[in-house]
């Protein structure tokens, strides 16, 4: 299963390592996920996209920036709408996940489990071991270490030169789905096995 995450970020949060005196804590505000069958064509077989309220750690409800929502698309209106608490996204995640191994463009889990519940004062649902980093699979279906530092998820899809349905950088589940399409490809074309998941 691949997986992406949207957490706080303010302009130059990033730069400033979140230490600025009016940077959010990264929490997520979405996450996205997709389903890859290893066998039969490696086809997509369901996929998840929950947005998540974030608060800060003394229990108040952040408001988005605008600088988030520029960047992700996500406005407050859709989290007010549809957000869902922590707790409930870490129970989807756990259900969808069921027994696969997590895998994300890096380490999203930190923000995902470790920051995010953190924060908030609740225990994981899924241990560290249950996660990956992609990465690993294009270093190992071929693709240069050096590509790989300044190839974000989104534009991996590009890179390998693989037609898709259109996707937007920066949203949790087309970023996930970059990394599907981009891993169905090499898989097809025998530069990646079911080994390399294990």
């Known amino acids: 299963m691949f997986f992406d995450c949207e957490?706080?970020?303010?302009?130059?949060?990033?730069?400033?390592?979140?230490c600025g005196p009016y940077d959010p804590d990264p929490v997520i505000v979405q996450i996205g996920a997709v389903k890859l069958a290893l066998t039969d064509e490696f086809q997509i077989v369901?996929?998840?996209?929950?947005?998540?309220?974030?608060?800060?750690?003394?229990g108040v409800p952040y408001e988005l920036d605008p600088f988030f929502t520029k960047l992700?698309?996500?406005?407050?209106?859709?989290?007010?709408?549809?957000?869902?608490s922590l707790s409930e996204a870490n129970k989807q995640i756990f259900d969808f996940a069921g027994a696969s191994k997590l895998w994300s463009w890096g380490k999203d889990e930190l923000n995902m489990m470790a920051t995010s519940c953190y924060i908030a004062g609740i225990e994981p649902s899924l241990p560290a071991n249950r996660f990956d980093n992609a990465c690993q699979l294009l270093l190992a279906a071929g693709m240069?270490?050096?590509?790989?530092?300044?190839?974000p998820s989104s534009g991996l899809v590009s890179y390998f030169g693989i037609e898709h349905p259109p996707l937007r950088g920066h949203?949790?589940?087309?970023d996930a789905l970059s990394i599907a399409y981009v891993v169905q490809h090499l898989?097809?074309?025998k530069?990646?096995?079911?080994?390399?998941?294990?």
């Open 7 to 18: 957490f706080l970020v303010t302009e130059d949060a990033r730069r400033r390592f979140w």
């Open 46 to 58: 369901d996929t998840l996209k929950i947005f998540i309220q974030p608060f800060d750690r003394n």
């Open 72 to 84: 992700t698309g996500i406005t407050q209106d859709v989290v007010d709408a549809e957000g869902v």
């Open 144 to 151: 240069p270490y050096e590509d790989i530092k300044r190839t």
């Open 171 to 174: 949203d949790a589940l087309d």
């Open 187 to 189: 898989m097809s074309e």
């Open 191 to 198: 530069r990646l096995s079911v080994s390399d998941f294990e």
